[in-house]
């Protein structure tokens, strides 16, 4: 019985070889079919093409990306910027010790990364470095003036909120939420209301623009981010696009020093509204604040705000006006008010900027708050700045030559002279990449 189930299982054996003998034949016929395309296929390809489809393969190949390192950078991007300015009194009178003029020279660099994490979510951190001697004596102490007498920033408004040295500027986190028809868009982290309320086209940049900080920062605000206390602000930050174009922007933060965050801070609310003249960009922005920071002798806030309106009245002529003014007891200046405009005048440099402004800022008497107690001699202090904005190697290198013009600067005490009017000249080299 062993012996006959033997054979038969020799006799299956023997048969599935035979039956498998073929199949084998078979698939190997096939393969060598495939191999033998494959190899017409590679003979017929030009190295470009090769190449071609080996990066086709890597974009669509996410671990390959990622074991390259390629992937992460592809979502950083890099700004980089650099500054150097120099700045003098002209006629200025003797002090005590038969120094008859100031200067100032200084450098500063930025450089901003941006992350995108998601379609979404962004990441960004700012860093900047600036170094300099900042004269003590007018013109060029920044507490001399009305735009300087609270944030320390003045004639000079690159002086920046955050010191000398490598600091931080702005880093936090950006988020894009669907909130009903719109996106509502939010921040977090160190930022600076300076940038985000009162903006205006043509009187927004010290880098650029106007160097005297009145152009560039109401001095009717007591901004959270100060020269005199740097590396002391945070906020929350927001907007939705309003609209059927989404032409119009509502904005709004909450600021305050990282320290007592939720307690006694500053709101702000801006309404954006972008229109179009004779097919030429506006701007009407509307904002308004609520200071519970600077408190007065009872403990009271105020409430400020103001507005700004920029357009392009020619292709060749832009106009500014920016007025802010304030309910409080606390801020020595109690309305500011900006006008000025911004010409093209060469028809061969097209890109170069001759700006003209004129500023006016009314001062009061304070004797309450952090400020108090302050006097004046004058209630208003006038200033005419002019600057000439040359763009070379396609505006990543701009010249500019400027001067000012003071009229009864606030000068509060100490100082070292007293004069009616201050007059400077500057000139300042700015490459950005």
Not at 48 to 58: I, K
Not at 268 to 291: C, K, V, W
Not at 353 to 364: E, F
Request: glycine share 12%.
């Amino acid at each position: 019985m062993h012996r006959q189930i033997s054979l038969f299982a020799l006799a299956l054996l023997a048969m599935g070889l035979f039956l498998a003998t073929p199949a084998a034949a078979d698939d190997t016929a096939a393969l060598r079919e495939e191999v033998k395309q494959l190899q017409e296929r590679l003979d017929n390809m030009t190295q470009s093409g090769l190449d071609q489809e080996v990066e086709d393969y890597l974009a669509s190949n996410q671990a390959s990306q990622n074991a390259q390192g390629g992937s992460r950078w592809d979502d950083v991007t890099v700004h980089f910027r650099f500054l150097a300015q120099g700045v003098a009194s002209v006629g200025y009178g003797e002090d005590a010790t038969g120094t008859s003029n100031d200067h100032d020279v200084q450098g500063l660099a930025d450089l901003d990364f941006d992350f995108n994490i998601t379609e979404n979510l962004r990441g960004f951190i700012y860093l900047t470095t600036r170094s300099g001697n900042r004269a003590t004596g007018l013109p060029l102490g920044q507490g001399t003036t009305a735009a300087g007498l609270t944030d320390g920033i003045g004639t000079d408004g690159n002086t920046g909120v955050t010191g000398t040295g490598l600091a931080v500027y702005e880093t936090g986190l950006e988020h894009a939420m669907a909130l009903g028809s719109t996106t509502l868009h939010w921040q977090v982290g160190k930022l600076d209301p300076r940038t985000r309320f009162g903006q205006n086209a043509y009187a927004d940049s010290a880098h650029t623009q106007f160097m005297n900080n009145g152009f560039t920062d109401s001095s009717a605000i007591l901004w959270t981010s100060t020269a005199t206390n740097p590396n002391q602000y945070a906020g929350m930050f927001g907007w939705i696009e309003l609209g059927a174009n989404k032409n119009m922007t509502l904005a709004f933060g909450w600021f305050n020093a990282t320290g007592q965050f939720f307690n006694n801070g500053q709101f702000y609310i801006q309404l954006h509204i972008a229109r179009e003249s004779n097919g030429r960009p506006m701007n009407i922005r509307i904002f308004g604040t609520y200071d519970k920071m600077n408190l007065d002798a009872s403990g009271d806030g105020y409430a400020g705000g103001g507005v700004s309106f920029d357009m392009k009245a020619t292709d060749t002529l832009g106009v500014f006006v920016r007025v802010v003014a304030n309910g409080s007891d606390v801020n020595p200046v109690d309305l500011d008010a900006v006008v000025g405009v911004a010409w093209n005048v060469s028809s061969s440099r097209p890109d170069d900027v001759l700006g003209i402004g004129v500023g006016w800022a009314s001062l009061q008497n304070v004797t309450q708050g952090s400020f108090a107690p302050l006097a004046f001699g004058e209630d208003t202090e006038l200033t005419v700045e002019v600057y000439y904005n040359r763009m070379e190697e396609g505006g990543k290198l701009q010249i500019t030559p400027f001067l000012q013009f003071i009229s009864d600067p606030a000068q509060t005490t100490p100082v070292r002279r007293s004069e009616d009017s201050i007059f400077l000249l500057g000139l300042r080299i700015f490459v950005h990449f």
